[in-house]
């Protein structure tokens, strides 16, 4: 139930809507028998489908694929070897240490003839199973019982076995079946294995009664990650066992089922969630041939697609989670979807344009809807949407190419999850920690292949995976080359953007995101992040871990993590502590920060959290920059500057002498003490990189201190 403080938090509108679904779900409860009554029995004697309309993706590119043979091969030897390297555990075996037969005993009992005869399969092969239910990092276990039996507890990472139930991996067995195709056992062996561990998900797996269905958007991920390898392996013409052909399409029409049955919707506070759900939908269905099942819910998807764009994204283009992280995954989900709708071909465009002429409203669980945010153009073959949709997608593509550095990296700002959709480039950029290749999740390619796919400017961009040539585009904005210095405002999100050929310079101040929830955002305003020439400087920490330690969740949303002033033990906003609830809550606003100038050569921004109110002003001169912090308060102050790992530190007459590779820049501080020390910088979800941080303590009301770009000048001016 929502706490007091909770309802005080957010809208009223949002409130009484939460308030209505809890009363409605109160009159509407679905039991377990229930539940069993459809899923073991109704639709176990349905098995509608059998056969997949395929060809969306392919192996495209193959030179890039020759290129990383080597690579490859290692990713599919660890594959075939169950050892994955998901959020920070390092390269290790996933597998179960029980056999089969105690496997089964684990399992409920109704489902454990079907999974005895599924390991049979799996037997036969020398197959050893995957193990699901566990967070190899804690150790914690999910013993597999009813979905909405199952919590998530402080102490363990739930998202472990999330992140492997998604099975990103499988795109590289399709790779390997290709690369290795000359010799037909070896490639046999990452078909089979392919077959196998889908075989071995639902074996131990049943629908709605393991930790893997707990989280509806991973049900949908997962699902749309089967049907993307399924594609790319059908288009190397791989032959699969009928065996394996029945069951998949089952368990694809038990996925679309139940997240149609558990939709993330609310009227209340939704979010990243519920457009996973919606994008899944539509990819899954996008497979099946026509009926008129498979097409209500591609209207529906579609509808919903347009709605909740312009209800996630902010009329800047920015999403509304106060997020860059979640800004690019919910992208990634908005533009693959475009890609599937933009490749229909005439006869599915046909029969949804029967559909709407002759239905009414689509009921799906709390939505009931009649699907009129989009037009059918038959006479050209398209979708027609409304122009302000196509408005807030040109501005999301603008802010996501104004979030990107010149080395390919996306900023981090608020929480990092190191998700994807999909994961084409599994592994494809990389870096080295003691040894061990781990994935550089805040580079995209796929990410601007759909947008070089879907724009006007470039309908046949080069793309690794994408098949289909549209012959409808959209008006996309490209990105942008910049040689003098330009000021990119983004007030919605709060976020600015000033970039020159010798910077780029990212400034923090406004929404703490989710209609004032706050569930993604940090105690980050007024923080500034700095790449120089392609070279990362200074940087936000990033995101440690969720529910697995509140202690790191909140150390790493705290202002004394970030590159901005503030009180010693103290904080910006505020949260509470003791559950897993309030790791994603700000339980007081206090920043309400805003940007009061903004000109091209000066921006002011203040927040409001201390007793007086925080200023900081950025201005520019030659080859500098110029930060003026106030703050009329007579506690201590710490000003923060968090560095990349690359970045070594030369101290010379007061003035620190950074160089990150063959680039260097200066950073000269106010007369006040300081201290230089580590801090552990999180360049994904769960992976800890060793980093210095420069820490300067001072009652002063006004510092003022420069970073400079030209070297020569030893004394500022």
């Known amino acids: 139930m929502a706490k007091l403080w909770q309802v005080r938090r957010v809208p009223l509108k949002i409130t009484i809507n939460k308030i209505v679904e809890k009363i409605y779900n109160a009159f509407h409860p679905k039991s377990e028998q229930d539940f069993y009554k459809k899923y073991f029995v109704d639709l176990q004697n349905l098995r509608p489908y059998k056969k997949l309309e395929t060809g969306y993706f392919g192996i495209i590119d193959k030179s890039l694929l020759v290129e990383k043979k080597d690579l490859i091969e290692f990713l599919g030897n660890q594959i075939l070897e169950h050892k994955f390297n998901l959020l920070g555990t390092g390269w290790i075996n996933r597998n179960h240490i029980q056999n089969f037969e105690e496997i089964i005993n684990l399992l409920p009992e109704f489902y454990r003839e079907n999974s005895r005869k599924l390991f049979g399969y799996l037997n036969a092969r020398n197959y050893k199973p995957i193990n699901y239910w566990n967070d190899p990092k804690s150790g914690y276990l999910w013993e597999p019982k009813f979905y909405k039996k199952i919590s998530i507890l402080l102490g363990s990472d739930i998202k472990q076995p999330w992140e492997l139930g998604r099975m990103q991996h499988l795109p590289i067995l399709a790779y ?357 020439k392609g070279k990362e400087f200074f940087v936000d920490p990033g995101m440690y871990c969720y529910t697995c330690s509140e202690k790191e969740r909140n150390k790493y949303r705290s202002v004394h993590m970030h590159n901005t002033l503030a009180i010693e033990d103290e904080e910006q906003n505020l949260w509470k502590v003791g559950d897993t609830e309030n790791l994603f809550w700000i339980y007081k606003h206090r920043t309400k920060a805003k940007a009061s100038k903004i000109f091209d050569d000066l921006i002011k921004m203040q927040h409001f959290a201390y007793t007086k109110p925080h200023i900081r002003i950025i201005s520019y001169e030659p080859e500098r920059i110029v930060f003026t912090d106030t703050l009329n308060s007579k506690k201590d102050k710490i000003l923060y500057f968090h560095l990349h790992p690359n970045v070594d530190i030369t101290i010379k007459n007061d003035i620190f002498i950074l160089t990150n590779e063959q680039v260097t820049i200066k950073l000269r501080l106010p007369e006040a003490s300081f201290e230089v020390k580590n801090y552990d910088y999180c360049p994904q979800y769960g992976v800890k990189l060793r980093a210095s941080k420069i820490a300067v303590r001072s009652n002063e009301r006004c510092l003022q201190w420069f970073i400079d770009f030209g070297i020569e000048n030893e004394e500022p001016t």
């Open 176 to 532: 390997c079946y290709f690369l290795f195709q000359n010799d037909v056992v070896h490639s046999r062996k990452f078909l089979d294995e392919f077959q196998s561990q889908i075989i071995d998900f639902i074996a131990t797996n049943p629908v709605g009664y393991t930790v893997q269905w707990l989280s509806p958007m991973d049900v949908g991920i997962r699902v749309s990650n089967w049907l993307f390898a399924y594609d790319l392996f059908s288009d190397l013409g791989a032959e699969f066992d009928q065996n394996f052909l029945d069951v998949f399409m089952q368990s694809i029409f038990e996925h679309i089922e139940f997240v149609l049955d558990n939709l993330e919707w609310s009227g209340g506070l939704r979010g990243n969630h519920y457009f996973a759900n919606i994008t899944s939908l539509l990819f899954a269905c996008s497979y099946l041939p026509f009926s008129e099942y498979s097409t209500s819910i591609l209207a529906f998807a579609i509808n919903e697609l347009i709605s909740e764009t312009l209800y996630q994204f902010l009329p800047d283009g920015g999403n509304f989670e106060a997020s860059t992280y979640y800004h690019i995954q919910v992208v990634e989900m908005l533009l693959v979807s475009l890609y599937l709708i933009q490749s229909y071909e005439r006869s599915r465009l046909y029969d949804l344009n029967e559909f709407l002429k002759l239905k009414g409203n689509i009921i799906f669980g709390k939505r009931n809807f009649k699907p009129s945010k989009f037009s059918i153009d038959l006479v050209n073959n398209r979708i027609l949407y409304p122009n302000e949709f196509l408005e807030r997608l040109y501005r999301i593509v603008k802010f996501t190419h104004s979030i990107f550095q010149t080395n390919d990296k996306f900023i981090q700002i608020g929480d990092s999850d190191s998700g994807f959709f999909l994961r084409p480039y599994y592994f494809f950029d990389n870096f080295k920690v003691n040894g061990e290749i781990f994935e550089e999740v805040q580079r995209r390619p796929f990410l601007y292949e759909l947008i070089n796919s879907l724009s006007e400017n470039n309908c046949k961009g080069k793309s690794l995976v994408l098949k289909n040539s549209l012959k409808h585009s959209f008006n996309l904005p490209k990105s942008e080359i910049v040689i003098f210095r330009k000021v990119f405002p983004f007030v919605d999100f709060g976020l600015f953007v000033i970039k020159s050929a010798e910077f780029e310079l990212f400034l923090r101040c406004g929404s703490i995101g989710q209609q004032g929830k706050g569930g993604h955002s940090h105690n980050d305003q007024l923080s500034f992040v700095l790449c120089v």
